[in-house]
């Protein structure tokens, strides 16, 4: 068993470590800093994000972008910390980017790896120690250092940094595993759910329907028929559960909710009685088409035919004349509300960002230290933070890696 001795071990090589190690490094570059990582290599979760590309932040990142109980700590992040900031942080290691629509800011090369690359050589630079393959198995604190007991060896340290995310995403190497620690540590850890993730639903139609990509607006409702979130975006069906940023940003919400329901509006630019007399008129114009033709230059081909044949049960080779008005009210009420039982079987494992962590309670808003443990920092997804799909959620884990970098 081979003993190391660090002035600060940041547990977890991803995106909020990195920079912290970084940062760290930059402060006192005399300093020992180690970045202990039980996957083989650091980042395998920001070569992933953005498809890819990496969605490094978002110029509007606001706190209203996210959830969780730490949201003293999310407001003074985007101020001390804004993605401005952020963009310093990596124009000073190397990395060119690129703002693009609705504030999503990307590498310039459009490659996740180039995010990755700036961060190690940075740490090369400035002679930050990684340890990868090398997972944790416990983590303790006497007197004033902290022992951490890996696989194979044992670092000491004055001050110790967990990034180890949450459990979204396991083959990426988050499990959960910090969050145990921590709270073995005396930490809450709030109830942990799937976010932005595709959201399981059970309807008859999602295999005709598997594939198609529309615009319109998503709702979410309990029991009761209450709203809980409503977002407008791009929809995209799936074989067994819905999906795209609007759906995403609703998905922790199913967890928590009694038999949740998703209703769509295809025509959300539309009152219902709007669309009642615009189908009106497009039963008048198209009266001796068949029914085949009805939804031609409206709405997608095939989700036409599924509320024509499968919702109303019309033979799609019926007169347009034949359409009654109450056929008509019907397909209004099912393009404008049209409803999904939610399953609520969504996993971890297709999750990009976990709901839950340690209590926003239990840690520093401007430093990031553990309330409950001094010397003991939380960042990144670690703690109960998550945010909207755009690059909100990488915001908050590179500023508060960069905060923490800078405390401890």
């Known amino acids: 068993m081979e003993n190391y001795f660090a002035n600060v071990a940041v547990i977890g090589g991803g995106a909020a470590g990195l920079v912290c190690a970084v940062t760290c490094a930059q402060k006192d570059k005399n300093r020992k800093v180690i970045i202990i990582e039980k996957e083989q290599r650091v980042g395998k979760k920001i070569l992933a994000t953005g498809n890819g590309r990496c969605n490094l932040t978002n110029m509007k990142a606001s706190p209203e972008n996210y959830h969780g109980s730490f949201q003293k700590g999310v407001e003074n992040l985007l101020k001390e910390i804004p993605p401005s900031e952020v963009l310093r942080f990596f124009e000073n290691i190397g990395l060119f980017w690129k703002e693009e629509d609705e504030g999503r800011v990307y590498p310039y090369s459009n490659q996740a790896s180039s995010v990755l690359d700036v961060l190690r050589l940075a740490l090369d630079r400035l002679g930050v120690e990684e340890k990868c393959g090398c997972a944790v198995k416990s983590i303790s604190k006497r007197g004033n250092k902290f022992s951490v007991v890996c696989d194979g060896c044992t670092v000491t340290a004055e001050k110790v940094v967990v990034c180890t995310g949450g459990k979204a995403s396991e083959k990426l190497g988050s499990d959960g595993s910090g969050l145990k620690f921590l709270k073995e540590m005396g930490h809450t850890i709030t109830p942990l759910y799937p976010s932005l993730v595709p959201v399981s639903v059970k309807n008859p139609y999602m295999k005709s329907l598997k594939g198609i990509r529309c615009m319109g607006e998503v709702s979410l409702a309990d029991e009761k028929g209450k709203i809980v979130k409503r977002e407008q975006g791009e929809i995209q069906f799936g074989e067994k559960a819905l999906s795209g940023i609007c759906v995403f940003n609703l998905s922790s919400y199913v967890g928590e909710i009694k038999k949740p329901r998703i209703y769509l509006n295809l025509f959300p630019e539309y009152d219902f009685n709007t669309l009642v007399d615009l189908l009106f008129k497009r039963r008048k114009m198209l009266s001796e088409n068949t029914l085949e033709d009805f939804f031609t230059g409206m709405l997608h081909k095939r989700i036409g035919f599924v509320v024509l044949k499968d919702v109303l049960s019309k033979n799609l080779s019926q007169k347009v004349g034949n359409l009654t008005k109450t056929d008509i009210k019907q397909i209004a009420q099912t393009l404008t509300k049209w409803e999904f039982d939610c399953t609520v079987n969504m996993n971890f494992s297709s999750a990009q960002v976990t709901k839950g962590g ?47 970098g800078r405390m401890v």
């Open 358 to 404: 340690v209590s926003g309670k239990e840690i520093d808003p401007y430093t990031m230290e553990s309330k409950k443990v001094k010397g003991l920092y939380i960042c990144g997804e670690a703690a109960d933070v998550d945010g909207d799909c755009g690059g909100y959620n990488l915001q908050f884990a590179f500023s508060s890696g960069i905060m923490a």
